[in-house]
């Protein structure tokens, strides 16, 4: 085992693709194919499964993954200490739904431990995609939240892609209103209440089903119905016609200004905001760190 076979692990898993992490380490692909073979051969394991739609880590590859990253940044550590190396280029990525406390972790992430050199990537997508992306580590962690109605399906599904998923904050539903919208001088609205509005959600693709919405209570039929795939759109949407969308109440007004409130919502149904990643492997020193963040701004 080298170091160097090391790196092409870590370089594959990010990459999720054999030949472009060729590409971005230098080698052929048949080389690196061969590399990452001798090692899985020498430790009798199997760190990636092939198939034809790509590559993914192994039950055994995540959890080998976790101790390469130790051991290759320790060693950069000795490198920078005594040979004076330039660092490598930091990579991490984070797939979450549409969180505005997810963005201010990020922000503090790049401001306290960029380098000048890095590669992050922060994706607000869907639900299904947030689970994919962590289990074939297109991104290390993910950011999603589960209540009594999805919760038997999204744990089925991190069970059989070996995630495990860690509790942030639990809250009563809110909605995000326009601060000119009518209802926002309540202090509580109803469903009733809310009918005569437009009803915004996010889309979720091919897999829309109700378990899968990013917002609570998503059985309920309503008269307008509008869905959309951005966070900026659905707050433009939020001023524009006087709409609304159901979350957790947590906002933040340096990136989202002071034009959207959120107000409880008459409802007996919690919110359990939490992130996910690899049951079998040590989050990265970016990863920890993030989610170190993302404790400092719920609190």
């Given at each position: 085992?080298?170091?160097?076979?090391?790196?092409?692990?870590?370089?594959?898993?990010?990459?999720?693709?054999?030949?472009?992490?060729?590409?971005?380490?230098?080698?052929?692909?048949?080389?690196?194919?061969?590399?990452?073979?001798?090692?899985?051969?020498?430790?009798?394991?199997?760190?990636?499964?092939?198939?034809?739609?790509?590559?993914?880590?192994?039950?055994?590859?995540?959890?080998?993954?976790?101790?390469?990253?130790?051991?290759?940044?320790?060693?950069?550590?000795?490198?920078?200490?005594?040979?004076?190396?330039?660092?490598?280029?930091?990579?991490?990525?984070?797939?979450?739904?549409?969180?505005?406390?997810?963005?201010?972790?990020?922000?503090?992430?790049?401001?306290?431990?960029?380098?000048?050199?890095?590669?992050?990537?922060?994706?607000?997508?869907?639900?299904?995609?947030?689970?994919?992306?962590?289990?074939?580590?297109?991104?290390?962690?993910?950011?999603?939240?589960?209540?009594?109605?999805?919760?038997?399906?999204?744990?089925?599904?991190?069970?059989s892609a070996n995630l495990q998923f860690h509790s942030l904050f639990t809250a009563r539903p809110h909605v995000f209103i326009s601060v000119k919208n009518p209802l926002a001088k309540q202090s509580i609205v109803t469903i009733e209440q809310l009918q005569q509005y437009p009803y915004l959600s996010f889309e979720q693709g091919e897999y829309n089903s109700f378990h899968f919405s990013e917002e609570i209570l998503s059985t309920l039929s309503h008269p307008k119905s509008i869905r959309v795939n951005d966070r900026a759109t659905l707050f433009n949407l939020l001023i524009g016609l006087n709409g609304y969308t159901i979350s957790t109440g947590v906002l933040s007004s340096d990136l989202n200004g002071n034009d959207i409130i959120p107000v409880p919502l008459d409802c007996d149904e919690t919110i359990n905001v939490g992130w996910i990643s690899h049951k079998n492997m040590a989050l990265s020193k970016l990863g920890a760190a993030y989610v170190e963040a993302l404790h400092e701004f719920i609190r």
């Open positions: 085992m080298t170091l160097q076979q090391l790196k092409y692990i870590i370089e594959v898993a990010a990459r999720g693709s054999m030949n472009e992490a060729a590409k971005r380490l230098f080698i052929s692909q048949p080389s690196l194919s061969n590399a990452i073979r001798d090692l899985e051969e020498e430790l009798h394991i199997s760190i990636f499964e092939r198939t034809n739609k790509g590559i993914s880590l192994t039950k055994e590859g995540a959890e080998f993954l976790g101790y390469a990253r130790q051991v290759v940044e320790q060693a950069e550590l000795l490198e920078n200490r005594y040979l004076h190396a330039k660092p490598s280029p930091q990579h991490f990525s984070v797939s979450t739904q549409h969180y505005a406390f997810a963005v201010n972790a990020f922000v503090k992430l790049v401001n306290e431990h960029g380098q000048d050199e890095y590669e992050l990537a922060l994706r607000e997508t869907k639900t299904y995609e947030i689970i994919e992306d962590v289990k074939t580590m297109r991104s290390e962690i993910g950011i999603l939240y589960v209540n009594e109605f999805n919760s038997k399906v999204i744990h089925k599904l991190l069970r």
